[in-house]
């Protein structure tokens, strides 16, 4: 990997960090709106710098908490988003794999 593309990698995986800590802060006191609304900018971040599997679990999460599975599950999830943005993947196999981590949590 190139080191330009190392920066910019460890710079977008830190905005997620920083934006998935904020959340995780926030989280119970944040109103479903909110909630989505970050998981949104998570994804909108991760699908433009190409981690598809980070996208792919906050585009998950988003659906959930939208669906009102509530504040406490959202919790559960976001250490399976801060793995899957850390991981710096982007092929469809890690995205698939995250996707099916979040249907086995959602299933509980």
Do not use: F
Request: net charge positive; charged share 20%; with cysteine.
């Amino acid at each position: 990997m190139a080191k330009a593309q190392h920066r910019d990698l460890l710079s977008t995986s830190g905005d997620l960090n920083d934006r998935i800590a904020a959340l995780t802060a926030r989280l119970p006191r944040a109103g479903t709106d909110e909630i989505v609304r970050t998981l949104g900018d998570v994804r909108a971040i991760a699908d433009a710098r190409g981690l598809r599997a980070a996208g792919t679990v906050a585009h998950l999460i988003a659906l959930a908490a939208s669906a009102g599975i509530g504040r406490a599950m959202v919790a559960q999830w976001l250490p399976v988003l801060r793995d899957a943005a850390a991981s710096g993947r982007g092929d469809a196999q890690a995205s698939a794999s995250y996707a099916a981590l979040c249907s086995v949590r959602l299933a509980g």
